[in-house]
């Protein structure tokens, strides 16, 4: 199949996607500073530059768009219809790549948490993830996840 929009429109449309600063890093940067914690970002001497970084308690935080990371079970991470080998392979790639970094922060003794963009894009989920986080920072699970696809895990 042949894209449906230009592809100066398309090249438009992909360079306004950030990887910084997002709506649900923001959200999430937020809740977090509310509940009283401080943290540096996007560290790149970590393995995989986490979004959040708490030094102290070595804990690495990930807000992956669901799309972009296939973020399986989710609404919001459908292959696109065209060129779905092209999208299949990147997402996979994607996936493969978090799945090393994660794996690298354990083997050097960091917990690491995913917080998936689904989870701020509910309001009720929003008013609740300052409570979710903070469950989690305090608690001793290695992995984590937050999501509203999938529920906390």
């Known amino acids: 199949m042949v894209d449906?929009?230009?592809?100066?429109?398309?090249?438009?449309m992909m360079s306004g996607i950030r990887s910084k600063d997002t709506n649900p890093e923001l959200i999430v940067r937020r809740a977090?500073?509310?509940?009283?914690?401080?943290?540096?970002?996007?560290?790149?001497?970590l393995p995989g530059s986490p979004?959040?970084?708490?030094?102290?308690?070595?804990?690495?935080?990930?807000?992956?768009?669901c799309f972009w990371h296939a973020h399986q079970g989710c609404k919001y991470a459908k292959t696109p219809s065209?060129?779905?080998?092209?999208?299949?392979?990147?997402?996979?790639?994607?996936?493969?790549?978090?799945?090393r970094a994660a794996d690298k922060l354990r083997e050097i003794g960091w917990r690491v948490l995913y917080v998936w963009e689904c989870s701020t894009r509910d309001l009720d989920a929003v008013a609740k993830l300052p409570q979710v986080l903070r469950h989690w920072v305090d608690g001793d699970e290695q992995v984590g996840e937050i999501s509203a696809a999938v529920g906390k895990s």
């Not at 065209?82 to 799945?99: C, H, I, M, P």
């Open 4 to 12: 449906v929009v230009p592809a100066t429109v398309r090249s438009r």
């Open 32 to 45: 977090l500073f509310a509940s009283g914690y401080r943290f540096r970002l996007h560290r790149k001497d």
């Open 51 to 65: 979004d959040i970084v708490m030094q102290g308690r070595r804990v690495a935080i990930f807000v992956h768009g």
């Open 82 to 99: 065209t060129r779905t080998e092209f999208w299949s392979a990147k997402l996979q790639a994607n996936v493969d790549r978090d799945q």
